[in-house]
């Protein structure tokens, strides 16, 4: 293959490191207005008025918007309708948008938010998600506080565990963590001559679109959503944005002028999704020989107060609750409760690295009481080609795990690991396994497709539009590269063009690893109508059957010792008027899940990981100093190997930051560290010297070119390494995250 297999230039790497590259705060419009929020002081209040006439007299502010001025639903467009653009009879969190000043600076616009008079009355807040489930709690959704419930009933589990001879159970908790993104939330809304346009920082055009029509009642026909280049996003730019977007538009449409709102990152903070905070009571039943039989979970994700994507989160944490193990019997509860905090969304790993927490933290505590060395108990009960998932899901040939587990551990001395001791500094090993549904899977099917915009010049440049986005990941280069060899091109001769939900069909989110694998067979889809077209030109250019096959080598359509230069092969192509132009399609097939039993083919197919992990520990202060990190994942195919690298890479510092670093404290609902001068990230200090990507290769059949998701499981499995790696260098386990340095002082303190 000329493109595909190999580490080409970035398509955006030169725009971005010269600055030509612009983001929503560098776009400016004439006559420009700026936006800003109004935001609830409190975690839950009833709104008895609203005061905004000393704000009005203010000069340069043109004017205060309350929910009595939204001329469409009240209602964001996510999963549940429940949570409203500005708030009108009560606010359920600290930071919700109440109401909207629009002035003719950001600064103007900043100062008048704070003149605005909110005359309230507080109410009984619940912020402990346990709390919340009790029937004495305050009542913040529904009859119960439950957004959804699933469970997962495979076998027998309670009557496999009289059986087992060894039985471990232990309870874990996770925190929030903060997509620490370096562009902050922006968009910029404009109307049009027949209707209006919204451009912004955002990974999931299309549900920005139904915000926008929502917000304002206008058909799709007349809103157009345009994605700038993205700052990161990491799962914070799903759901989020479409009310960053539905106000933008709200103040366009009422001043009739163009209106940008861009966030501070203290109001990013505090009112923007979180991951999830978990808390995982789970048990493992083992035989003797190490083999798992039984297993139960009960899970529970605190949503905050409103549900935006908490049940599909819920869902695939449920799905994986078990780990990337084969057990008969397997008894899963999961839930997502409502509490009085900020809500909780998408978050890279979407639900999973709770999970992973805990089940590859107790299995080792599970290995320990066996007497059976970590890595060996993993892989006796490793799920292989032909083993069934906890839903009973027969997996494919694209099954890797093994492998991963096996190069991640010899990639750091796994077999000559011991403990050190240098002084007060203690050195110890870890690692831990996952797997991860690629796409959004059962629970997802209405938004499991894909559009894709192939059009090739007469010059030979070829037009790629898609409905997914590229927020720094690299999908522009990987798509491109798609596109590049299913045509028979150079790869410098395709290239994505801005998204824009007018250019192609709704395609779905940007979420859930799934853009190369939808995107990539969208295009696939179309290059192979196109190339039909310019085959049968090549053969009779060439004087062979029509029927002959066609291949392409280093820019030349070949038929024998024949060839043609693509370049000829298109130019012919346009004298002979044909159409170079399809719009490719593709869907996910096959997956069920009966709610009932929580059993059936969840995904289309698994990407599967290993992370091992040496770490040094200074036990007089905490603190951990990360040495060394393998990180195995089978993608089924690399097409571009230096990005899939750079995606491990990240995802281990960002999985690094989750593990012992990234602590949001809440008090009485609300944040107290809402900038990174109190909220810790991993820096450049932070990497450790050797951090080894390994890539293992087990083509899945029906992805581009074999290939399958990487985005989301460089992060999921490196927090519980490091976590049994404190272990084996400590004796301290750790059951919560982060493991800051006052928390392992504490675990130690009290061996």
Not at 152 to 163: E, Q
Request: with cysteine; net charge positive.
């Amino acid at each position: 293959m000329d493109t595909v297999g190999k580490s080409v230039k970035r398509k955006d790497a030169l725009d971005k490191v010269t600055g030509r590259a612009k983001f929503i705060d560098d776009y400016t419009r004439v006559d420009m207005l700026f936006g800003a929020t109004v935001r609830s002081p409190e975690p839950y209040i009833k709104i008895l008025s609203i005061d905004t006439k000393n704000v009005e007299k203010i000069k340069g502010v043109i004017g205060v918007y309350t929910a009595k001025d939204i001329p469409g639903k009240n209602i964001v467009p996510l999963v549940l309708p429940d949570y409203p653009f500005l708030a009108e009879k009560v606010a359920k969190f600290a930071g919700q948008a109440i109401a909207l000043v629009v002035a003719e600076t950001e600064e103007i616009a900043r100062t008048a938010t704070k003149l605005v008079k909110i005359n309230f009355k507080k109410l009984a807040p619940v912020f402990d998600p346990l709390e919340s489930l009790k029937n004495s709690a305050p009542k913040i959704y529904g009859d119960d506080n439950i957004f959804k419930r699933f469970i997962i009933k495979k076998g027998d589990a309670a009557d496999a565990f009289k059986n087992c001879d060894v039985v471990v159970k232990k309870t874990y908790t996770t925190n929030y963590q903060v997509h620490s993104y370096l562009e902050t939330q922006g968009m910029l809304a404009e109307l049009t001559d027949n209707g209006i346009s919204v451009y912004g920082t955002m990974q999931c055009p299309f549900y920005v679109l139904n915000a926008v029509c929502d917000i304002l009642g206008f058909t799709k026909n007349n809103v157009k959503i345009v994605q700038t280049t993205t700052g990161g996003g990491f799962g914070g730019k799903e759901d989020v944005p479409s009310i960053v977007a539905g106000h933008a538009a709200l103040l366009a449409y009422k001043t009739r002028r163009p209106v940008k709102i861009i966030y501070n990152r203290e109001e990013d903070f505090v009112s923007m999704s979180k991951r999830h905070p978990g808390h995982i009571e789970i048990k493992y039943g083992a035989k003797k020989n190490g083999k798992i039989t039984a297993c139960n979970v009960r899970y529970i994700l605190d949503g905050g107060a409103f549900a935006t994507l908490s049940t599909i989160v819920l869902w695939r944490g449920t799905i994986h609750a078990a780990g990337p193990y084969e057990i008969p019997n397997v008894s899963i509860e999961a839930i997502a409760v409502a509490t009085n905090k900020v809500p909780c969304g998408a978050f890279r790993g979407f639900g999973q690295p709770q999970v992973a927490f805990a089940n590859e933290s107790l299995i080792d505590e599970l290995a320990e009481k066996l007497g059976m060395e970590p890595l060996e108990l993993r892989l006796k009960n490793a799920l292989k080609p032909g083993s069934s998932t906890s839903t009973y899901q027969k997996l494919s040939s694209s099954c890797g795990l093994v492998e991963t587990m096996k190069k991640a551990t010899n990639s750091i001395g796994w077999k000559n690991r011991k403990r050190v001791t240098v002084g007060v500094l203690r050195r110890g090993f870890g690692m831990a396994s996952g797997f991860y549904g690629v796409c959004l899977g059962a629970a997802g099917k209405f938004l499991a497709k894909a559009g894709a915009h192939v059009q090739i010049q007469q010059d030979g440049s070829i037009i790629i539009a898609i409905g997914n986005t590229d927020m720094g990941q690299g999908a522009r280069t990987i798509l491109s590269q798609i596109a590049a060899e299913g045509i028979g091109a150079p790869y410098e001769m395709a290239d994505i063009v801005e998204v824009d939900t007018s250019r192609v069909p709704d395609s779905g989110p940007t979420v859930a690893s799934r853009t190369t694998v939808m995107s990539g067979n969208a295009i696939l889809n179309a290059t192979k109508h196109i190339r039909q077209k310019i085959d049968k030109v090549v053969c009779e250019i060439l004087g062979e059957k029509s029927s002959a096959k066609v291949t392409t080598k280093c820019g030349y359509y070949h038929m024998g010792d024949k060839k043609i230069s693509y370049f000829d092969a298109i130019n012919e192509c346009y004298k002979r008027r044909e159409n170079l132009t399809y719009d490719g399609w593709w869907k996910e097939e096959g997956t069920t899940f009966d709610n009932d039993t929580g059993l059936g083919d969840a995904y289309i197919v698994y990407t599967f990981s290993t992370v091992a992990a040496e770490v040094e520990v200074n036990i007089e202060t905490g603190q951990v100093n990360i040495l060394k990190i393998a990180s195995a994942h089978d993608i089924g195919r690399a097409i571009n190997p230096q990005l899939a690298e750079g995606q491990i890479q990240g995802g281990a510092l960002q999985g690094i930051g989750y593990g012992i670093f990234e602590n949001l404290i809440l008090k009485d609902g609300k944040i107290l560290n809402p900038n990174f001068s109190g909220y810790l990230i991993p820096t450049s200090m932070d990497i450790p010297e050797f951090i080894k990507p390994i890539i293992v290769e087990k083509k899945f059949t029906d992805g581009p070119f074999g290939a399958k998701g990487l985005g989301e499981p460089p992060l999921i499995c490196v927090a519980p390494a490091i976590i049994n790696a404190i272990y084996n260098a400590t004796g301290v386990r750790i059951r919560a995250l982060p493991a800051i340095p006052e928390r392992i002082l504490a675990e130690s303190s009290a061996l």
